[in-house]
């Protein structure tokens, strides 16, 4: 049985409500006033709240504010219940996150079709959240475990070898031994990096609009690719086309969003296809650019990206649990950008990020 509760100062109004609800079978709850509103959603946290904006002591604006600052009460759906002569109440309201208004005088048909829309709504929001969790969590216990074990198979089985039969390798075997142990350690530091941040991003969706200028986001960009670039020994395809510019974001969040989509270029392309790494102002933004002419994504998986989400491994069994794209869009979001992704299949992809920035200095090519 879905709950309402009307928060409403004029009893006559709010036992009219009350009553309308109940005869369509819904559990209703009312409050005289907008402190007890707080108090009922609270204890109740109802599927939907009517409130009323002009009330004493603590407004319709008041009860929604405090309510969105609660996690337990944050996503409940809320309708203002008011007159057209509280315009500049509504625009404020519906800037604090309300869902819909409803204007008075309305008929017990108006009302009923307005809430019902609304829960509707909200629950196919719910339906939509819950199948992309399921999702989530097929992906994770599913690539998880491959991706953890990959490198810690190579870690244990040459260790191992080097443990038990020291004596069978040759000085020149060694280091051959020492480097895929190396790389397969770094490969599972990166995973578990990764993993970290990915939550700690989950956690931190708002509050990063603090402004941090980074005059040299160029020379970092083209820093960061070369290393990129060298670590798959593919230095000649790489095309670096950089222009001075200061970004608003920290260098160590800048960083990981570059290193990120770089190595996303190099991992799904082949040695010879070039990787075309660009960065300049336009406006008041800071954009850059990572294009390769690899395998590229379909349309219809663009708008799957997600963590841990990997499109046709079977046949590609790339490294990593799909985490790049997701954090470093994480990221970007943060701190006020953008990043958007274009690719076809077998043509390759461009990925482009817009951050706040401002011009500096003169164009210069690396």
Known sequence: ???????????????????????????????????EGVELAKKHLPDLILCDIMMPEMDGNEVLSELRQNPST???????????????QIRSG?????DDYITKPFTRNELLKAVNARLDKADE????????????????????PHELRTPLNAILGFGQMLK????????????LMGDRIYTSA??????????????????????????????????ILAKISQKVAAGYKRQDDLIINIEKGIAFIPELEFSKVVEELCDNAFKFSAPGQKVTVH???KDVFFTMSFEDHGRGIAAQDLTKIGAFMQFERKLQEQQG????????????????????????????????????????????AG
Request: hydrophobic share 40%; proline share 5%; with cysteine.
């Open 94 to 98: 519906m800037e604090k996150g309300a």
């Open 321 to 364: 649990f799909g985490l790049g794209l997701i954090i470093s869009r994480r990221i970007v979001e943060l701190f006020d950008g953008t990043l958007t992704i274009d690719s076809s299949p077998e043509r390759g992809t461009i990925i482009r990020v817009t951050l706040p920035g401002r011009f500096e200095a003169s164009p210069i």
């Open 186 to 219: 770094n490969r599972l530091y990166r995973l578990i990096q990764n993993y970290l941040l990915y939550a700690q991003l989950e956690l931190k969706k708002t509050g990063w609009a603090q402004r941090f200028e980074l005059p040299d986001a160029d020379e």
């Open 164 to 175: 038990n039969f020291p004596e069978s390798f040759s000085p020149e075997e060694l280091p």
């Open 279 to 281: 960065c300049g102002i």
């Open 74 to 88: 944050s996503l409940i759906p809320f309708v203002f219940m008011t007159a057209m002569s509280d315009r500049a």
């Open 1 to 35: 049985m879905k709950k309402i509760l009307i928060v409403e100062d004029q009893k006559v109004l709010r036992d009219e409500v009350k009553y309308w609800f109940a005869f369509e079978g819904y559990a209703t709850f009312a409050a005289a006033d907008g402190k």
């Open 125 to 144: 929001v719910h339906e939509r959240s819950h199948a992309a969790l399921q999702e989530l969590r097929y992906n994770l216990i599913t690539s998880l």
